[in-house]
């Protein structure tokens, strides 16, 4: 494993994230209001993973696509700033990079959303041939019927023709439909993420623990965000808890996905479960005390330096991170 080029190999979603932060109502017709701060990050649930990655020092590649435009170029650089190799990053003559506009309060989230190039993802562009030469692939984008059949071969392939291990996000089913045969997909999984509503759903069980203990007969590691009660994660026949690390909130965006990078980070470094989750709790708790997806995204020292503060119970403050 050690002669491998990338450590983690990831294809899914990338955009602009035009963040409106302090919005409780909208202007009227007809007229203009003014706000005080409007950034300008990259967004995407995939992009933000590996980011993250890119920050605690691993040396991931990204595949997906970007529009030949100033966002496009903006995106690149932020990449390539973070440690990320964009070989496999397409640049298209044809469609606009996917602009996200994401409106925020105390209370809440909105979005207002232009997919873009993220209008032809599909997992068939994967290319198995690179895929062989990472440590590992990080998979999102499952649409229930709409790719389950191309999941399931995808998934496949990779265990059959690569010695790359997987992990696998399954999301929110925005269709409601909660896909039964879901189960078929866990057998070609190393790592398997979902929140709590989503095992809940997903498992058609009253409680998360039910629902992984149920997915983890399956699947070696299977690992479940729960919000303001910390995560829990299945393996090697134990099931184990880890408490959330306690900061002020300022914007929730992207927490999972940041959880998702501090627990492979700590997969593929060789840590414990244990060790995985505080990872996952601390790189989740960390990037919501910054505007935008990943601005408070941690370096790996400073993970670790969070992570010795928060175990000793020096907690700086307030609020619970939501995930």
């Known amino acids: 494993m050690d002669n491998k080029k990338w ?28 706000t005080k701060v409007m950034e300008t990050m990259v967004g995407g649930g995939a992009a933000l993973f590996t980011l993250g990655l890119g920050k605690l020092g691993l040396h991931p590649v990204f595949q997906g696509s970007v529009g030949d435009d100033l966002y496009g170029r903006f995106i690149l650089e932020e990449f390539t700033a973070r440690h990320v190799d964009t070989q496999l990053l397409e640049v298209s003559k044809t469609l606009r990079t996917g602009i996200s506009l994401s409106f925020t309060n ?4 909105s979005f207002l959303t232009m997919r873009g190039t993220n209008e032809n993802l599909d997992v068939s562009h994967v290319k198995l041939d690179a895929v062989a030469q990472a440590k590992h692939i990080h998979v999102t984008g499952y649409a229930g019927s709409k790719n389950h059949d191309a999941y399931l071969r995808f998934l496949k392939a990779v265990k059959e023709k690569t010695d790359t291990t997987v992990s696998f996000d399954l999301g929110w089913d925005s269709a409601g439909e909660w896909k039964k045969e879901i189960y078929e997909l866990f057998d070609w999984v190393d790592v398997l993420f979902m929140n709590e509503t989503e095992a809940i759903h ?20 299977v690992v479940i965000k729960l919000g303001a009660k910390g ?5 090697e026949g134990s099931c184990y808890h ?4 306690r900061v002020t909130a300022v914007d929730t965006t992207g927490a999972g996905d940041s959880f998702n990078a501090g627990f492979i980070y700590g997969y593929l470094t060789g840590r414990s479960i244990p060790e995985c989750l505080a990872c996952g709790n601390g790189c989740g708790a960390l990037s919501v005390t910054a505007l935008g997806g990943n601005a408070g995204f941690p370096e790996e020292e400073g993970l670790w330096a ?11 403050g307030a609020q619970v991170a939501e995930r």
């Open 202 to 221: 997903y498992g058609r069980t009253d409680t998360a623990e039910e629902a992984g203990l149920s997915f983890a007969q399956h699947c070696p590691v």
């Open 242 to 245: 880890k408490e959330p690390y």
């Open 7 to 34: 450590d983690v190999y990831v294809y899914g979603d990338v955009n602009i994230d035009l963040v409106i932060p302090g919005i409780t109502k909208f202007p009227e017709p007809g007229q203009e209001d003014e």
């Open 306 to 316: 969070f992570i010795r503060q928060q175990e000793s119970g020096e907690e700086n």
């Open 106 to 109: 105390e209370k809440d989230r």
């Open 231 to 235: 995560s829990v994660a299945f393996a």
